[in-house]
């Protein structure tokens, strides 16, 4: 079995004279929880759709769980939580997540004690034998979040899973995701709410202009955790201003200062010896953790636009 939940290299969507993703290359490991961030037009829904076997893609290759995307059979480990969603309104939570039970295939009483466990996960018991149409969008978005998780699968997308739900909402998604991971499934999270997926995601990618362009591991992971340290100092020349590379990435250098984007703090104490040694006069010398809207704006440039 491949460590892989989702593999892609070079998949590409066009849709007549508009290139919709240009190369989404990225892997996703199994049993952790994935981040997918950019901005409005970045291609995400489509990639999204391309994953799920629900557009075709024009070019390029991927795998959904160790098959090719769009197979039949991989579907059914398959949950997903859309964006925009409609249930019928006259049905009940309870009723819908039964019927949605008969389409798995589940057996009836299956089917029955898994939508009482998810109604009560997502807390609707109270509120599970009244029609969808007096529910709250909170409410109907827990109930797309219980559909979601219904047929009890291996790798589960989730598109903005906490929009229109307040602050204990959102806390109760968090703390169903870790739930989810700890039990070994894959979580592949779309959403805006930065400080959400900085609090439950192990890893993230940036997609822009239909392409990933980078990729971070966060905090939860335990690991890759980055920093930007800045350092002034005089009398730093050409040779030295390069040998900075060998502690992390330089975002920007220009008279007296370097910005650096660290992995650690770790890496202060060496970056002053280097300085030193090499004749230069150090005068400033700081690291402060990078929040997860600090590097999106970077990475996404200060000319892109407001979606």
Same mark, same amino acid.
């Given at each position: ?9 070079? &998949? ?5 004279? !508009?290139?919709a993703v240009e190369d989404l290359s990225l892997t996703v490991?199994? #049993? =952790? $929880? ?11 829904? *489509?990639? %999204? ?13 991927? *795998? ?50 898994? +939508?009482?466990?998810?109604?009560? *996960? ?17 409410? %109907? ?5 219980? &559909? ?20 204990? #909402? ?12 700890? !039990?070994? *499934? ?15 995601? @192990?890893?993230?990618?940036? $997609? ?16 890759? $955790?980055?920093?930007? +340290?800045?350092?002034? +100092?005089?009398? %730093? ?5 390069? #040998?900075?590379?060998?502690? #992390? ?6 008279? @007296? ?34 929040? %997860?809207?600090? =590097? ?12």
């Open positions: 079995m491949t460590n892989a939940a989702i593999e892609t290299r070079s &998949l590409r969507k066009r849709y007549g004279e !508009k290139l490991r199994r #049993g =952790e $929880v994935f981040g997918f961030l950019g901005p409005n037009g970045a291609g995400k829904t *489509t990639s %999204l759709k391309m994953l799920l076997g629900l557009v075709e893609p024009t070019g390029g290759a991927g *795998t959904l769980l160790g098959a090719p995307l769009g197979d039949r059979a991989t579907r059914a480990k398959v949950g997903f939580l859309p964006e925009h969603f409609r249930f019928p309104e006259w049905t009940s939570a309870r009723e819908l997540l039964r019927f949605h039970g008969r389409l798995l295939e589940l057996p009836d009483t299956i089917a029955r004690e898994r +939508a009482e466990r998810l109604l009560g *996960t997502v807390d609707l018991l109270d509120a599970a034998h009244r029609p969808l149409r007096g529910y709250s969008k909170g409410m %109907l978005q827990r109930t797309g979040l219980a &559909l979601a998780l219904l047929g009890e699968p291996e790798l589960v997308f989730l598109d903005e899973p906490t929009s229109g739900l307040d602050p204990l #909402g959102r806390r109760l998604v968090r703390d169903l995701i870790r739930a989810e991971r700890d !039990k070994g *499934t894959t979580v592949f999270l779309n959403s805006h709410l930065l400080g959400e997926v900085e609090a439950t995601c @192990d890893r993230v990618a940036f $997609v822009k202009g239909g392409r990933v362009v980078r990729e971070r591991a966060l905090a939860a992971e335990g690991e890759g $955790v980055e920093f930007e +340290a800045v350092l002034r +100092a005089s009398g %730093l020349d050409a040779d030295a201003r390069a #040998g900075l590379e060998r502690f #992390g990435r330089v975002l920007h250098d220009e008279g @007296d200062e370097v910005r650096l984007s660290l992995a650690s703090e770790s890496a202060l104490p060496e970056i002053a010896r280097w300085v030193v040694e090499r004749g230069a006069s150090l005068r400033h010398l700081s690291a402060d953790h990078v929040s %997860l809207e600090d =590097e999106f704006l970077e990475v996404m440039g200060a000319d892109h636009r407001p979606g």
